[in-house]
């Protein structure tokens, strides 16, 4: 899997957007980017992932570059409760390789601020 | 859904001793995993399974086993407990079908068991 860069902290001001960057310039064509949370002492939480398109849900947009080497994370409107670790991950699952392993690195530490 | 639920929430032991984590999940996902996560670091593969019967080992299996004789439980075991195995435990589940999308689904995690070891 490709190996994934991301800054150890970010601050962020309560209301405003939040845009956590991801480096992964040795992303292949079958790997997916993934984001996780981690809310202090609780599991991580699944936000939302994609290959090649931009992808909104209700809790995040993803922005991923053209050339795939890197993207960003939003949160529209931080709130206190999105203080929390936010990991990206990319990785490739195949029906081969469905399953296997997915390596959460240390992630970014995003305090939003009030 | 209650989702993926692990038991204990805490437990300590001495050196030596064993213990079994629990993880069951209710949704139905043929996968599921056990994490370990040390203090300020990123979470480590012990242990996946793909279906009931079939295990793999992930990065760090060493000083534990697993089985899957079911859907819904996957439960890890430490057989001779060290001060190295002082961590927080989350086992996770997804799901995958027979689209190539279903591959790519999504980890529910549970929220942790925090074992020390003494």
């Known amino acids: 899997d490709a190996k994934t860069t991301q800054p150890p902290s970010m601050d962020c001001a309560e209301g405003r957007a939040a845009n956590l960057p991801c480096n992964h310039s040795?992303?292949?064509?079958?790997?997916?980017v993934y984001w996780y949370r981690q809310i202090h002492s609780q599991g991580p939480q699944y936000i939302i992932h994609?290959?090649?398109n931009n992808e909104t849900n209700e809790m995040a947009s993803l922005i991923i570059t053209e050339d795939r080497k890197s993207s960003t994370l939003i949160l529209p409107h931080a709130t206190l409760r999105d203080t929390a670790v936010y990991y990206c991950?990319?990785?490739?699952?195949?029906?081969?390789?469905?399953?296997?392993?997915?390596?959460f690195g240390e992630g970014t530490q995003l305090t939003v601020n009030p | 859904n209650a989702g993926v639920t692990q038991t204990p929430k805490f437990r300590i032991l001495k050196i030596g001793q064993s213990m079994t984590l629990q993880c069951t999940q209710d949704?139905?996902?043929?996968?599921m995993y056990w994490y370990r996560q040390d203090p300020g670091m990123g979470l480590k593969l012990i242990y996946y399974?793909?279906?009931?019967?079939?295990?793999d080992k992930g990065e760090v299996p060493n000083g534990y086993n697993v089985s899957r004789s079911t859907t819904e439980d996957f439960p890890l075991r430490l057989e001779l407990a060290a001060p190295s195995q002082t961590s927080v435990y989350f086992c996770?589940?997804?799901?995958?079908?027979?689209?190539?999308?279903?591959?790519?689904?999504?980890?529910?995690f549970g929220n942790g068991t925090r074992l020390t070891v003494t």
């Open positions: 996770a589940s997804s799901y995958s079908g027979h689209l190539l999308s279903s591959y790519n689904s999504p980890l529910h």
């Open positions: 040795t992303i292949s064509g079958n790997e997916y």
């Open positions: 994609g290959l090649k």
């Open positions: 991950i990319v990785h490739s699952l195949t029906k081969e390789t469905s399953g296997s392993r997915l390596t």
């Open positions: 949704m139905n996902h043929n996968y």
């Open positions: 399974s793909v279906g009931a019967g079939i295990t």
